[in-house]
């Protein structure tokens, strides 16, 4: 089944304390990319990555960092997070820049 | 100014009418123009894709695109409970998806 996978669903976290959010897709999609959504604010792109050791900012990349080592997997890490970026996050893989296969998100809530 | 832009909603139509969204965009370089579903705790799901002028039929659902006035809408026929969501229109300038705010549609019935 086609799928992308992000874990973790749900985490709370303090305000600091590194954490990752995994993201895998199955599909051998070249291009990824992590959202956030925040309600009346819809839905924004923090970066985005082309294809293996290609990545970019989106919208939002401030207090976030990417790696995409392999193909499948594009992690989001947050070095220290603040109360601000408490959101419900989104990978999200393709073949091109348009037709999104979603992750089911990653509700996060920092202290 | 953003650079998708929906009308905010919410939009309330009774079973069986049609339901309209629409949408505008500031780069007159766009050239794919999407439009994704999200059910409320949901993530959003591809339904329809444009990439010339003029209608996109499927289903109940048809999507128009006019790149002279920068917009693209909707068509939801015959709609049904089942279409209740929030609806994002997005665009493709500068090699990246933007995403508007996003229309919530109830489908009363």
């Known amino acids: 089944e086609a799928q992308v996978t992000q874990n973790p669903r749900y985490l709370i976290t303090v305000t600091g304390k590194k954490l990752t959010v995994t993201c895998s897709q199955n599909m051998n999609h070249e291009y990824m990319s992590w959202y956030r959504q925040d309600p009346g604010l819809g839905l924004r792109q923090i970066y985005y990555s082309m294809n293996v050791e290609v990545t970019d900012k989106g919208d939002v990349p401030e207090g976030y960092k990417v790696s995409r080592k392999e193909k499948r997997n594009f992690p989001l890490i947050l070095e220290s997070p603040s109360p601000n970026q408490t959101s419900l996050y989104f990978c999200a893989s393709s073949i091109g820049l348009g037709e999104l296969f979603f992750g089911e998100g990653s509700r996060l809530t920092v202290l | ?109």
């Open chain 2, 1 to 109: 100014q953003k650079e998708v832009e929906q009308n905010s909603g919410p939009l309330s139509v009774p079973e069986g009418a049609i339901a309209s969204l629409n949408c505008t965009y500031s780069d007159r370089g766009s050239q794919s123009f999407f439009w994704y579903r999200q059910y409320s705790g949901k993530s959003p799901e591809l339904i329809m894709s444009i990439y010339s002028n003029g209608d996109k039929e499927d289903g109940r659902f048809t999507a128009q695109l006019n790149k002279a006035s920068q917009y693209v809408s909707l068509l939801i026929r015959d709609s049904q409970p089942s279409d209740s969501a929030t609806y994002l229109c997005a665009a493709v300038p500068d090699y990246k998806l933007s995403f508007g705010a996003g229309t919530t549609v109830t489908v009363r019935a």
